[in-house]
């Protein structure tokens, strides 16, 4: 089984935690109320963050924090200060990049002292290698960021047509929420009532009902 590795830096050289980097920006931004859930937004406005040069989709913890830190939502692309250098762009001097994370299985060769201590514990003929895992992290930029980055080619908005029908309004001011303890399932009766029922595996009995 791989063995996690002390981390690493990968085109920086900072000390600080990027993950308490990130907590840090993300309490300021909440301060300011500039957080991604805090900012209006419309339909189209959000695509899932790419990379500017090779256009692989980021995942995991990476997609995250790039959706969450994205200055421009509409413009998924980042990429990093070697790449836009690579490409001839430059980001602009000052600009602060978002830390992604790089995970990769390695092969270790164990220290005398490693195999001396494996052998104390009764192992009598230690593998000289073991398999590992390693991040890496490296700042990305994203596209506002960078100077001389071609524009994003945007497909046209669709035309949202017609408007929201007046009755749901006044549909949604009629209702009242009742609620007990308990887990919930939803459920409609003919009755205009939305009943919040107790599911089976549940321990603990409840309902609710929200009634017109």
């Known amino acids: 089984m791989p063995v996690p590795a002390p981390l690493h830096s990968g085109n920086n050289t900072e000390k600080k935690d990027p993950r308490l980097e990130l907590a840090d920006r993300l309490i300021e931004q909440i301060e300011a109320g500039t957080a991604s859930w805090?900012?209006?937004?419309?339909?189209?406005?959000?695509?899932?963050?790419?990379?500017?040069v090779t256009?692989?989709?980021?995942?995991?913890?990476?997609?995250?924090?790039?959706?969450m830190f994205s200055p421009d939502t509409s413009d998924p692309r980042w990429c990093t200060y070697k790449q836009a250098q690579e490409q001839g762009w430059q980001v602009r001097k000052g600009e602060h990049g978002i830390p992604i994370e790089?995970?990769?299985?390695?092969?270790?060769?164990?220290?005398?002292?490693?195999?001396?201590?494996?052998?104390?514990?009764?192992?009598?003929d230690p593998e000289p290698t073991e398999m590992r895992l390693g991040v890496r992290y490296y700042k990305v930029f994203h596209a506002s960021q960078i100077d001389g980055i071609p524009p994003l080619e945007r497909s046209p908005r669709p035309e949202i047509q017609g408007t929201p029908d007046d009755r749901l309004r006044k549909l949604a001011?009629?209702?009242?929420?009742?609620?007990?303890t308990g887990c919930r399932c939803l459920s409609w009766n003919l009755s205009s009532r939305l009943w919040v029922r107790t599911l089976p595996s549940c321990t603990k009995?409840?309902?609710?009902?929200?009634?017109?």
């Open 205 to 212: 009995s409840g309902s609710s009902s929200i009634r017109g």
């Open 102 to 124: 790089k995970w990769s299985r390695y092969e270790h060769k164990r220290t005398e002292e490693e195999m001396g201590r494996l052998r104390e514990q009764g192992a009598a």
């Open 173 to 180: 001011g009629r209702f009242i929420v009742r609620r007990k």
């Open 38 to 52: 805090q900012r209006p937004w419309e339909a189209g406005d959000v695509l899932a963050p790419v990379n500017a």
């Open 55 to 67: 256009g692989k989709p980021y995942s995991g913890v990476n997609y995250q924090n790039l959706m």
